[in-house]
């Protein structure tokens, strides 16, 4: 298909701000076969073989160059000076070729502050030994290893190419080149699969916990509608019996679904996000969202708030692989609110243990979180670890209850406001 450039002068409708650094995501949408249970964006068969196959082999992929494309479009316009991290995800990031990695690696990772985490996902069938190496020597320095499961039977249902061999051989090549380079590894466990069983939980865990893996990301199905009750009760349970095991096991859970063996395990990337710093997205489906100064010395009172008030912006990509080759500008913008950026800053950041910095709110939104969030804080007192003059976090128990007690603050929030403003 032809490929038009991307035109500086469409990016140019993006606000004119500048950002000494911001955190960086590249989507790699290309997999082999979709798995039933990934909602993320990917393509399968003849575009993976269009758009990763090079003219010769001593040049990238047509996607790798269109990336690296729109990332400097990005930089020139946002002024960017470097990247304060930056993950590859997918999609399935190890079916890039090693040429692929060493020229993202000259012409984005090099552009990384000197102590940026880099992080690239992995599917356990398409890693080897030489990508790697290769990987390494392009800048990457954390790999992120989607596992799921052990159990045979339940990789088949959900349509995975990977089986256990393939799990066990990429742990073993991970866990040696650990032990060579500074290099960091997490790894991806889901729970709430149809039958599973507390045995498969209970087997899955441990033979992680046996390989020593530093991070573990535990992640369930248990929201979807087509499940029943029971299935989200039994979801639950496994949830609750994982986390326990890997607290005796020495692992601290640092935000919801994630877990580390000590603070320089966690993942500085995912934690720009749940912070809500300003990071883009580049390739289809992939989102940067980028904060406006609010321009405020001092601090306003609930009547004074424009609730309309552009805080955010954010900057998605099509996904659409053939108009992130064909569109000149192939994003599309939301405006966030005042009311809405408070919301999704409250739904990431208590999300994490640590909870949330009073005094970074106040510096983002020019009011005081305590303004109206005293009612839902009073009733879920119980689920409170720490309301401080500078900090509000959820105890062990209450990030179980995230979402019901979100779902109270969101109420609490659009009553006080449209209050204050009657």
């Not at 790999?143 to 256990?164: A, C, D, H, P, Y």
């Not at 990431?348 to 106040?362: H, V």
């Not at 995230?402 to 109270?408: Q, V």
Request: charged share 20%; hydrophobic share 45%.
């Amino acid at each position: 298909m032809e490929c038009i450039p991307f035109s500086p002068q469409a990016f140019s409708i993006l606000p004119s701000l500048q950002f000494e650094e911001l955190a960086l995501y590249i989507h790699i949408p290309f997999c082999k076969q979709k798995c039933s249970y990934c909602d993320f964006f990917s393509v399968t068969g003849k575009q993976t073989n269009m758009f990763l196959s090079p003219s010769s082999l001593d040049k990238p992929s047509p996607y790798a160059r269109r990336i690296v494309d729109a990332v400097n479009l990005f930089k020139m316009h946002f002024r960017i000076q470097r990247f304060s991290s930056i993950y590859i995800g997918g999609g399935t990031p190890s079916l890039l070729s090693e040429f692929d990695i060493s020229f993202l690696g000259t012409s984005l990772f090099a552009f990384a502050k000197p102590d940026a985490e880099i992080t690239m996902e992995l599917n356990p069938e398409s890693v080897s030994l030489s990508f790697l190496h290769n990987a390494i020597k392009a800048g990457v320095n954390r790999f992120s290893l989607g596992v799921q499961t052990f159990s045979e039977k339940i990789l088949s249902e959900q349509n995975r190419i990977t089986n256990v061999a393939d799990i066990e051989r990429a742990l073993f090549l991970l866990q040696e080149l650990a032990s060579q380079y500074e290099v960091a590894i997490s790894v991806d466990l889901m729970l709430g699969f149809q039958n599973q069983t507390e045995k498969m939980a209970l087997f899955d865990i441990e033979r992680l916990i046996a390989y020593k893996i530093p991070h573990i990301s535990v992640y369930t199905l248990c929201t979807d509608d087509y499940k029943s009750d029971i299935e989200n009760d039994m979801t639950a349970h496994l949830f609750e019996m994982v986390k326990h095991i890997l607290f005796e096991a020495g692992y601290k859970r640092y935000e919801v679904s994630n877990f580390a063996l000590a603070e320089m395990y966690e993942s500085c990337h995912n934690k720009a996000y749940w912070k809500m710093h300003n990071y883009i997205g580049v390739g289809p489906s992939a989102v940067g969202t980028i904060h406006y100064n609010l321009h405020n010395t001092g601090g306003i009172n609930a009547h004074e708030v424009d609730t309309s008030l552009a805080a955010s912006l954010r900057i998605s990509c099509k996904a659409n692989i053939d108009a992130f080759f064909s569109e000149p500008f192939p994003y599309e913008l939301e405006t966030i609110s005042f009311v809405d950026s408070i919301k999704e800053y409250l739904l990431m950041g208590l999300r994490l243990a640590e909870g949330i910095d009073k005094l970074l709110f106040f510096e983002r939104f020019k009011i005081s979180l305590d303004q109206f969030a005293k009612g839902t804080i009073n009733k879920y007192n119980s689920f409170i670890a720490i309301n401080s003059v500078d900090r509000l976090a959820l105890s062990e128990r209450g990030l179980d209850f995230l979402s019901m007690i979100l779902t109270d603050l969101f109420v609490e929030i659009d009553l006080f406001f449209r209050d204050a403003l009657s």
